[in-house]
């Protein structure tokens, strides 16, 4: 075996990379040179760093002080010295990416062995399902109380408008804006309270939807945003509810708007042999909504499904957990990835199973 790998590892169907004490990989397991789909001569002699498609995690970690003293901001130390880094995006120059959470054992002679345990692109784990039931439950107390207060408000601001002179402009023009702040909490209690029933689910064109979508964009943007149709022609009609799929996808693409996108690309392919939580579907339809914006905060990543959260101080937090019901209702699912000036928010709907396909 090539230096810092022994038999055994070849025989394991866990990519392995034995990497200097300088960063550079010196070889790698049969199963490594697999997954990343090159041979492993290309791999040996490369820089540990050459294969990280976003961020320097992987480098930091094999650095000089790191071997001295393991600190990785970004991943997790356990007992052993062992370093766990969470969601790495590799690939070898000119490659495919592929997704693996990494574990760096540090070698007696100073280098390292990586171990990378290969992940979805986009993980399975649903941010709002975590949400504790406590909590869930504590929002619509909140909310169910608050209706009666808002009610009285308007009532209030109502009688106060009458009651201004017709001259005073002033306090017009203060009532008006409270009644209309009145208004909109109002709705966002309603919307807590009473999400819009699901309809019958007919079959439509995908298309059809996302052009709808884009003449909103068109008219709340105007000329600012490029929007970029790349669609497949060639995808067959899906069963959905037409009105709700607008509303999720309106949500997504606003939110690109929002975050300065100046570009942003609407995409639909097929997928195939998709699982969804523990469903396995042999077609699916994958939606990309792909913006050149700001990215979602990194403090942000954990939780921008969850209900109320929000980036911006005059945001709901509503749009996307409204996105992750809707991929609901329709067996799917959204995640996202991003990094600043690339976010991709991926809308998986799967086909209905024909009989007899085996799919389960």
């Known amino acids: ?29 049969t199963a490594c040179g697999q997954w990343l789909g090159v041979s492993l001569r290309r791999l040996a002699g490369l820089p540990l760093a050459a294969l990280e498609v976003q961020g320097d995690a992987l480098a930091r970690a094999v650095s000089a002080d790191a071997a001295a003293k393991p600190r990785v901001p970004a991943g997790s130390v356990g007992a052993s010295g062992v370093i766990r880094l969470p969601r790495l995006t590799l690939a070898c120059p000119g490659a495919a990416p592929h997704f693996a959470e990494a574990w760096l054992t540090p070698r007696d ?11 979805d692109e986009f993980p399975g784990g649903d941010p709002v399902a975590a949400l504790p039931l406590a909590m869930s439950a504590a929002l619509k107390g909140l909310a169910h109380e608050l209706r009666n207060p808002l009610a009285g ?5 109502q009688l106060l408008a009458r009651r201004i002179p017709g001259d005073d402009a002033s306090s017009r023009e203060l009532v008006t804006l409270v009644d209309s702040e009145v208004s909109r909490l109002a709705q966002l209690v309603d919307r807590m309270l009473d999400p819009a029933p ?31 149709r790349d669609y497949d022609p060639s995808l067959p009609e899906i069963e959905g509810d037409a009105d709700r799929l607008v509303q999720a996808v309106w949500n997504l693409a606003r939110n690109a708007i929002e975050a300065g996108a100046g570009e942003v690309v609407l995409r639909t392919r097929a997928e195939h042999g998709v699982r969804i939580g523990s469903a396995l579907h042999a077609l699916a339809l994958r939606l990309d ?8 905060p990194g403090e942000l ?44 928010f991926t809308l998986l709907l799967p086909y209905a199973e024909e009989p007899g396909d085996g799919t389960h």
Do not use: C, Y
């Open 153 to 157: 408000l308007k009532g209030a601001a």
């Open 198 to 228: 699901p309809n019958p689910h007919v079959p439509l064109n995908v298309h059809a939807v996302l052009e709808r979508v884009l003449r909103l964009a068109e008219a709340d943007a105007g000329w600012a945003v490029k929007l970029v």
């Open 1 to 29: 075996m090539p230096p810092g790998l022994e038999p055994a590892h070849d025989q394991l169907s866990t990519p392995v990379l034995a990497v200097s004490s300088v960063g550079v990989i010196e070889a790698g397991n």
């Open 301 to 344: 990543a954990e939780q921008v499904f969850v209900p109320l959260v929000s980036g911006r101080a005059e945001g709901s937090g509503l749009g996307l957990a409204l996105g992750q019901q809707v991929a609901r209702e329709h067996r799917g699912s959204l995640a996202f990835r991003s990094r600043p000036g690339h976010t991709v």
């Open 289 to 296: 909504i792909v913006d050149d914006g700001r990215g979602v």
């Open 109 to 119: 002679d100073g280098g390292w062995l990586l171990e990378l345990h290969p992940v």
